[in-house]
Structure formats: structure tokens, C-alpha cells
Nanobody, 126 residues
Framework: EVQLRESGGGLVQPGGSLRLSCAAS????????MSWVRQLPEKGPEWVAA????????YYAQSAKGRFAISRDNAKNTLYLYMNSLKPEDTAVYYC???????????????????WGQGTQVTVSS
């Protein structure tokens, strides 16, 4: 059974940082691209970042470029999202998601993914 479990969310002040983690199990983690997707209040999913299976290539939404960094540790079956210079508009539930196809094909609809976790809340507020 595929499982993705996010952790690391919380309340942070504007300008602060957080590191999200996603523990994967039930599949060969190193064989699949992975993504982070967020869902803002009363809005649809928004793709944030994706990384290829080996970790050599990363892709970012415009809103995340220069502030967020996606990485993975295939030996630990874990995906990370480092978030810096956080803004109130980054407030959302963040999901670790497995794209059906490549990292480049991951988008803003849940049908681009075959599995995702339960999400972790990130709130940016003073």
C-alpha cells in the first residue's frame, strides 16, 4: 500500500522558514518523480515544486522560485520542501504527491497524481 506522510507544518511569522518532510512507503521511492502541491483556502490545488526520481532536476512554480527548495533522500525514502521568506499568501495545506508521469508533467489538478498524503498545514501570520 502506497503511503505518503507529511510533517513539519506549523505557524510561522512572515519572513520565516519551515522544512516540510514526506515519508514515503509502499513503492520504490527512487523510481518515481515526486511533487509538492498546496491547497489554499477555498481554492483548487496549486503545484509548488517537483523533482525527478534521481533528484538531479527540480522544477518550481513561479511563486516558489528563489524561496523554496525541493530535495529528496532516496536512501531514506523521504521528500523535503525547504521554504524560506514565507509570506501570508503561502498559507495553505501542503501535500506530498506522486505524479502519474514525469516531474515536468505535474500540474495543478489532482488527476496529474496517483497518490498524495493527508497534508500538513502551513500558516504564515504575525
Amino acid at each position: 500500500e502506497v503511503q505518503l506522510r507529511e510533517s513539519g507544518g506549523g505557524l510561522v511569522q512572515p519572513g520565516g522558514s519551515l522544512r516540510l518532510s514526506c515519508a514515503a512507503s509502499g513503492f520504490i521511492f527512487g523510481n518515481r518523480a515526486m511533487s509538492w502541491v498546496r491547497q489554499l483556502p477555498e481554492k483548487g490545488p496549486e503545484w509548488v515544486a517537483a523533482i525527478n526520481k534521481g533528484g538531479e532536476s527540480a522544477y518550481y512554480a513561479q511563486s516558489a522560485k528563489g524561496r523554496f527548495a525541493i530535495s529528496r533522500d532516496n536512501a531514506k525514502n523521504t521528500l523535503y520542501l525547504y521554504m524560506n521568506s514565507l509570506k501570508p499568501e503561502d498559507t495553505a495545506v501542503y501535500y506530498c504527491a506522486r505524479p502519474k508521469h514525469s516531474a515536468q508533467a505535474a500540474g495543478d489538478v489532482w488527476s496529474d497524481y496517483d497518490y498524495w498524503g493527508q497534508g500538513t498545514q502551513v500558516t504564515v501570520s504575525s
